[in-house]
């Protein structure tokens, strides 16, 4: 049962990581998706082998890892600000071709 | 014979070139000059005793025990092999033809070199720019013609040729400031080329089917139940016979194919001496000095092409075909030349068509010639008019070049009554027109009676013909006699600016060739030149009928040119009056430039040319770039799905995943 | 290793361009050149020499210095040396035509990095005329051609960029096919179970081939290498590419890189696979006897004089190209016969255009005119070189097409026959184009006044072109020199297999 709110989180954040424009805002979606993703893990471990912890142990990792990832990306985010005083994508294509 | 004068005869003007052209400039004037003509001079000497000791030496070399004369090889050195048989070889081939044209060319040249001496500076001894120049072409020219007359094959033969070709080329451009003098020479070099090319491709099919080059075989004994020519042994003969019987069966677009190889090659001929069609360059080439046109249009380049068939005789002999054609491209230019010459202006002018036309009688001749015919006499007078044609033509030519640098015009109009003011020019000009016009005793009346008699062997329609020519010849010649040296006289003739005589090294040539014209008709020419080498005494077949009937002719021609043409009078005008349309279209040499231009600029220039450039620029190029602007158009085209936008990839994934997913489920239902 | 002669081509290319690394000015620069180019002309002539010796003591072997030196085992790529006369004649025209090239560059700019490329040109073509194993042989022609985008991008004139990528991409495009074609060649180099081999020698040996490969991989090295020699409908890289090249660049690149492709179709696609040659020369023929013909016709209505040299060098080109195809030997004789005259006139004629163009700063023929008055060395230069292209006896180019089309016209085949015949009329028309330009360019009155203050040939310049009219010469007054050098290549048992005479 616990499956269907992580699979809700999973699309939520795949809809919002497409359909969203500010950084910021797809930022927050790969987290869902992350979280999401983290769900399932513990979910798994407790059903398929409750007496094993792998699952809780690598969710537990990968929070730290993504805790990590964000504070890099809020970092080129918030210097990108700096610099093009914009966070939109669609915008910030002047290092393309 | 020993080769080392031969060599020398050879190696003596290709020296003089190199040493004139690259030393030239740090020479004065005047001694280049001297070193032309003492380069010359020598040659001269050497190329007299050659002839003198072929002639005359009766070595064992030269004439065998009947009295026959033999071609001898003098040397014969590799200079390229092909294949085996196919070689290159530069020799020394003496034969009376070659004998003969060896003195002819060296006199002329000699006499040539001489005349430019005082030709080539003007009244107040000022040089011409480029003097050093002319004699290095000049000595460049005289290697390349004996290098031509000389030669042991037929590709030696060509090579020399275009050497001629070239040399004519820088004489012809000579004044190379004047466009009308780069053009003429341009056309002249194009125009022969283009005939080349046909003697190229017959060389090609000849030695394609008798695998040699060299004269020796390919003329040795073609013509069955006739005694060897130049008495080669009997078993070269045979071979070369078979081979001819062999190659002679292909048949090419209703001819066989040697009736193909010599029409070619004579086209050749055609080209350098001038023949309709391709006679167009030599009037034009009249732009060069005068000295020039005397040695190179009139007395020694021009004939190459009767002397290529004269090379070539025996084998013409096999395909009787190829000498008719001969015979009337030669009869036709005759005429053509004949009437042309009549209407001209330009004195230079006059006397190009009068060398066409009688070219035209010496290549006439050939083709008429027969074994069966006289003893084949039209070969003896063919090469008899080359000999005395090249003295009195350079006559003419070096007197008109006399006349030209007194008064500074080639125009007759601007001369008239000039007898009183330069007796010499005067009576040496008068020499030559009676020997052209073949008035007895002067040696144009025997080499020309020779020739008709030839022709009337033959045909008699060719017979009429040339004899209507002939007559043309007298008439033209002393309308252009009496136009220059009498009519009515110029006022500005008088006072300090008279024209008078050249200075000796002018006028000492003119006298030379005007004796010479007036004794060559008594050479025994047939004990020296005939078509197999057995001596031939022609007073036995000289026709007197012929040759009063001739006389008849040519007099009563000059009788015309002296009525219409002594004094002032309105019967030229009437003349021309009666016959306006020949007269239109013979003064403008019956169109044939105009034809030519038409030919060139129009369908080969615009209409072949361009359109090939045009192509290659826009459809060949155009396909090159149309592959790189394709492959352009294409990247730019999908450029945008490499937008740098990581949800659209994303979008693609999930779309390719769900499709992917898709196709799963329905493999798997 | 440096014991064989052969490798020093490449190993004295390499040293100057060490050198020149080294140099601080152009004096350092240009005498690195010379002395790096008179080592090369020293070198070809010693091996002329050498190798005329050993072919008189007897030495009856088709590939003389042979040498080999593993360089990777596994795909059995080495590094295989070895020349034959034709070789030796072009390792001689390479050397002349660099010696004159560095001359004809003495006022460059930026000579430093010129010279870098040019010489690193030249090692390729020396290290392709030298190897006799194809992959090494392909290496250096890529070594040959890519210097050639930066030499004509950075110092060229006129469109230089569009030039440049056009003739790189062109080439490179023939550089996919002829790729292809030597792998297929690797592949069937020797029969099953046998280990495979790039050297050509061995390939002819085993001549495992079979009749199919053979018609599907002569098509792709002859056109590989056809479009380096410009052979219609792949030849329009020449005229854009002379056109924009510097003086030096374009006489390697008509009077040598051209050769490349010329050498590579006769040492790769008919060498090793005569019997295809044989049945599909004729497809090439006629292209080629267009390329003749046609590239004529073009170099007609040219005002540009660098653009009437590419299609004379086209239509030239072209006769070598159809003079190998005829298969037999003197018709080959001829071809590289041409190939050395072609080379010599067309690096004279590039040269003295450059000279020309230098001083009145145009190419348009509609231009200039009366030059012989302003310069008259230059201008005799030019007629010399107008003559030996036209075929005049005495220069090279007169033996060298006179041996083609008599060799082509002994072919038993009619057909070939006919073609030779429509190839001898470029003569005439060569004569026109020629003509038209000496007499526009050269005589006639001077067409701008400016013109009249322009100064003669300097010495380096004299020295260039002396140069090249003394090879040319060379070769037009002592044929048979040449010839036997070249013809030996053809003894009978290399192409026993379609029994070529």
Known sequence: MLLIPAMIMFCCGVYGFITRRNMIAILISLELMLNAVDINFAVFNRYLWPDAMEGMFFTLFAIAIAAAETALAIAIIINLYRSARNIDVRDLNKLKY | MDATLPILILAIPLGMFFVLGLAGVKMSHRLAGILGCLGMGTTLVLAYTTAFTYFFSGSPEFVDAAGNRLQALIFD?????????????????????????????????????????????????????????????????????????????????????????????????????????????????????FADLGFLIGILILSFYTGTFNFTELTSAPVEGLAGVFSVSETTAESVRSIFRSSAAPVFLGGSVLTWALVLIFMGGMGKSALLPLHIWLPDAMEGPTPVSALIHAATMVVAGVYLVARLFPLYLMEVTALEIV???????????????????????????????????????????????????????????????????????????????????????????LRKYMPVTHWTFLIGCLAIAG??????????????????????????????????????????????????????????????DQPWTMTLPLVILAAVSCVAGFIPFGNFVTWNGAPYDFMAHFDWSVAAVSLCVALAAIGLATVMYRKENPLPEKFRAAMPALWTWAHHRFYWDELYMFITHRIIFNGICRPIAWFDRHIIDGTMDAFATVTNKASQAIKPLQSGQVQLYVWWYLLGALALGGITMLCLL | MFSNILIWFVVIPLLMLAGLALCRDIKQIRAV??????????????????????????????????????WFAPLHINLAVGVDGISVAMILLSSIIVFAGSFASWTIPQPKAFFLWLILLSTGVFGFFISIDLFTMFMFYEVALIPMYLLIGVWGSGRKEYSAMKLTLMLMGGSAFLMLGLIGIYYHSAPAGQPLTWNILEIVRNGAISHDWQCFLFPMTFVGFGVLGAMFPFHTWSPDGHASAPTAVSMLHAGVLM?????????????????????????????????????????????????????????????????????????????????????LMTALFFALIGMIYGRTHTRDITKMGGLMRIMPYLSVCYVI????????????????????????????????????????????????????????????????????????ATWWERFSTVTLIVCVAAIGCFPNFFNNLIRFTFSPDIFAVIGMN
């Not at chain 2, 007194?406 to 125009?411: E, L, P, R």
């Not at chain 3, 070198?43 to 593993?70: C, E, H, I, N, Q």
């Not at chain 3, 008919?270 to 292209?287: C, H, R, S, T, V």
């Open chain 2, 77 to 193: 050195q590799t200079w390229l092999a092909f294949t085996d048989k196919l070689v290159i070889r530069i020799g020394f081939l003496l034969d009376p033809i070659s004998a003969m044209m060896l003195v002819v060319i060296t006199t002329i040249s000699f006499m040539v070199h001489l005349y430019s001496m005082g030709y080539m500076r003007d009244h107040h001894g000022v040089w011409e720019r480029g003097f050093q120049r002319f004699y290095a072409f000049l000595s460049l020219f005289s290697f390349s013609m004996l290098g031509l007359v000389v030669a042991t094959n037929i590709f030696q033969m060509y090579i020399f040729w275009e050497l001629v070709g070239a040399s004519s080329y820088l004489l012809i451009g000579f004044y190379f400031i004047k466009p009308s003098a780069v053009s003429a020479s341009k056309k002249a070099f194009i125009v022969t080329r």
């Open chain 2, 327 to 417: 015979t009337w491209v030669g009869a036709i230019t005759a005429l053509y030349a004949a009437i042309v010459a009549c209407t001209q202006i330009d004195i230079k002018r006059v006397l190009a068509f009068s060398t066409i036309s009688q070219i035209a009688f010496m290549v006439v001749s050939l083709g008429v010639a027969r074994p069966e015919v006289h003893e084949g006499l039209g070969y003896m007078a063919s090469m008899f008019h080359l000999f005395t044609h090249a003295m009195f033509k350079a006559l003419l030519f070096l007197g008109a070049g006399a006349l030209i640098h007194a008064i500074g015009s080639n125009d007759y109009t601007a001369m008239h009554g």
């Open chain 2, 439 to 500: 008035i007895i005793p002067f040696s144009g009346f025997f080499s020309k009676d020779e020739i008709l008699s030839s022709c009337l062997g033959n045909s008699t329609l060719v017979y009429i013909w040339m004899s209507a020519v002939a007559g043309l010849t007298a008439f033209y010649m002393f309308r252009l006699y009496y136009l220059i040296f009498w009519w009515k006289e110029h006022k500005v003739h008088e006072g300090h600016h008279a024209p008078h």
């Open chain 3, 33 to 70: 050149a010379v002395a790096g180019s008179t080592a090369l002309v020293a070198l070809s002539v010693k091996l002329l020499v050498d190798y005329l010796a050993l072919r008189a003591a007897g030495a009856t072997a088709p590939m003389l210095f042979t040498d080999s030196w593993v």
């Open chain 3, 259 to 343: 050769k490349l492709g010329g050498y590579g179709c006769f040492r790769v696609a008919i060498y090793l696979m005569p019997q295809a040659a044989n049945e599909l020369a004729w497809i090439f023929l006629i292209l080629t006897g267009i390329s003749v013909v046609y590239g004529a016709f073009s170099a007609c209505v040219q005002t540009d004089l660098k653009y009437i040299n590419a299609y004379s060098s086209v239509s030239h080109c072209g006769l070598v190209l159809f003079a190998i195809l005829m298969l037999n030997t003197t018709a080959m004789t001829g071809a590289i016969m041409q190939m050395l005259s072609h080379g």
């Open chain 3, 385 to 456: 070189a107008g003559m030996a292209s036209l075929g005049l006896p005495g220069l090279s180019g007169f033996v060298a097409e006179m041996t083609i089309f008599v060799g082509s016209f002994q072919h038993a085949d009619m057909f070939h026959r006919v073609f030779t015949i429509v190839a001898c009329c470029s003569i005439v028309i060569t004569a026109v184009y020629i003509l038209r330009v000496v007499g526009k360019l050269l005589f006639g009155p001077v067409q701008d006044p400016h013109h009249l203050e322009l100064t003669d």
